[in-house]
């Protein structure tokens, strides 16, 4: 080791230093995941794990430019993170989705820019276009906004979901299958929330629930200098209210006499608690299973972002997955699994 060290200039002692405190950083991260962030406030570095992973990969290849042996570092904290990889891209092709098997959506729609977030003022009217043209057999809205309710006709079986009867704010679900039951989480102290509906697909029935986690309240036009500051700050305290969310859901779930599809916004990475204790569930990411690229479901310009979701139960089979990163009509990214019962 001294030897190899004495054989590096000025310049690639500092850049190994640099790599060695990156790379330690990131074997952290790996860990953060399954530790509480109610009892570990610097659970929210698991934000910048993408972006440590990108930065380990950056050095592989710097060092492999170099001739330098100092690559193996890094190597070995590529292939200890290859489980979380899979979380941040997927080199899959994505396919046609198979015809006639049953779809479902999630879509924060932002209140169908009620308050005017956008200059667009067709907004809300190429939203519901959207819809009606996608058509997904299931839907998932978060961020609904109640003088809405009568907007989407086209659905037969419909249910709008407010935690107080004077709320404004909530979710809604639409389906072409009947709902036989529909419920809230109600999520105490904050204005977002998770909901459920029992749906019967044929002789099956199934327990969809779209879950609207705390919000980061971060948007581009935040990230400045001044700001970095106060929402970094903000962040273990976001993170515990996660937590005792995804707890609720935890329970709740566990109640259910029907499989379960999980959808929605959840505020956070794929390297976070929150994901790993839903996929503690044996939960099946339809991105892993179907997806391809980064499968950014969030409008941030400087990263990818995936921070909405559909998981499956194994009781079913996730037969496609996409994003409509085209679909620029709120914040957040339009996505459709379709999936059918294991034989």
């Known amino acids: 080791m001294k030897t190899m060290w004495k054989t590096l200039s000025l310049r690639e002692k500092i850049l190994f230093l640099i790599n060695g405190i990156i790379g330690a950083i990131l074997l952290f991260a790996y860990v953060l995941p399954f530790i509480p962030p109610r009892y570990f406030e610097y659970a929210t570095l698991s934000v910048f794990t993408p972006l440590l992973m990108i930065l380990n990969i950056g050095f592989i ?106 709320d404004k704010i909530g979710q809604a679900i639409l389906s072409d299958y009947p709902i036989i039951g529909s419920g809230s989480l109600n999520f105490p102290h904050t204005g977002n929330n998770g909901v459920y509906a029992d749906i019967v697909l044929g002789k099956d029935t199934l327990r969809l629930y779209s879950l609207h986690f705390e919000s980061f309240h971060i948007d581009d036009t935040q990230i400045t200098q001044e700001n970095s500051k106060k929402i970094l700050l903000s962040l273990p305290k976001r993170f515990a209210i996660q937590q005792s969310q995804v707890e609720l859901f935890d329970a709740h779930a566990d109640t259910s006499p029907y499989p379960i599809i999980v959808c929605g916004d959840f505020n956070n990475t794929a390297f976070s608690y929150l994901y790993q204790k839903i996929q503690n569930r044996g939960l099946i990411d339809s991105f892993q299973e179907e997806g391809s690229g980064f499968g950014k479901t969030y409008y941030f310009p400087y990263f990818p972002f995936r921070i909405d979701y559909i998981f499956a139960d194994p009781y079913f089979k996730i037969t496609s997955h996409k994003v409509y990163t085209g679909i620029n009509y709120s914040d957040h990214y339009p996505l459709k699994a379709t999936f059918i019962k294991r034989k």
């Open 61 to 166: 290849i710097l060092w492999l430019i170099l001739r330098k042996w100092n690559f193996l570092f890094s190597a070995v904290l590529f292939f200890l993170g290859l489980p979380f990889m899979h979380r941040f891209v997927q080199f899959s092709q994505n396919t046609l989705p198979p015809k006639g098997q049953p779809s479902i959506m999630s879509f924060n729609v932002r209140l169908l820019n009620h308050y005017k977030w956008s200059k667009d003022l067709t907004l809300r009217e190429k939203i519901i276009s959207f819809l009606r043209e996608e058509h997904p057999n299931i839907v998932a809205l978060q961020e609904f906004y109640k003088k809405e309710n009568e907007s989407f006709p086209f659905y037969k079986y419909k249910r709008f979901i407010y935690k107080n009867e004077n």
